[in-house]
């Protein structure tokens, strides 16, 4: 019994650490990631490693602070390096187009799963 719980305990550790789990709140990613959708994440990616389509999560540097989004990334040519260009799915989203290029740092995860 006790290396159930132990071995319970070790899988809650791991996916604390590893992943990023969060509900979509709003329709800026729809209908790619509809309102209230369960969003999954995992933190441990190379950011060299997304390429233009993939769903990311990250920390939108806004004048009130930091808001966390799913957004979809679309390199631009002009995009520098190190940088993302992100785009949500909406025009009433808030993306590069808005605050221009994301350093890599603000990336938080990359999406695996989407529960509609």
């Given at each position: 019994m006790l290396g159930l719980i132990c071995a319970c305990a070790l899988i809650v550790a791991f996916?604390?650490?590893?992943?990023?789990?969060?509900?979509?709140?709003?329709?800026?990613?729809?209908?790619i990631v509809p309102r209230n959708s369960v969003v999954?994440?995992?933190?441990?990616?190379?950011?060299?490693s997304l390429r233009n389509g993939d769903?990311?999560?990250?920390?939108?540097?806004?004048t009130t602070g930091p808001a966390f989004a799913v957004r979809?990334?679309?390199?631009?040519?002009?995009?520098?390096?190190?940088?993302?260009?992100?785009?949500?799915?909406?025009?009433?989203?808030?993306?590069?187009?808005?605050l221009g290029p994301l350093p890599q740092r603000d990336i938080k995860a990359k999406v695996l799963w989407i529960f509609k």
């Open positions: 996916m604390r650490s590893a992943l990023i789990i969060f509900s979509m709140p709003n329709d800026t990613m729809s209908p999954f994440g995992i933190k441990c990616f190379h950011p060299d769903l990311v999560m990250a920390d939108l540097p806004l979809m990334v679309e390199q631009q040519d002009k995009t520098p390096p190190g940088d993302l260009f992100l785009k949500a799915a909406n025009t009433n989203g808030i993306d590069s187009a808005w």
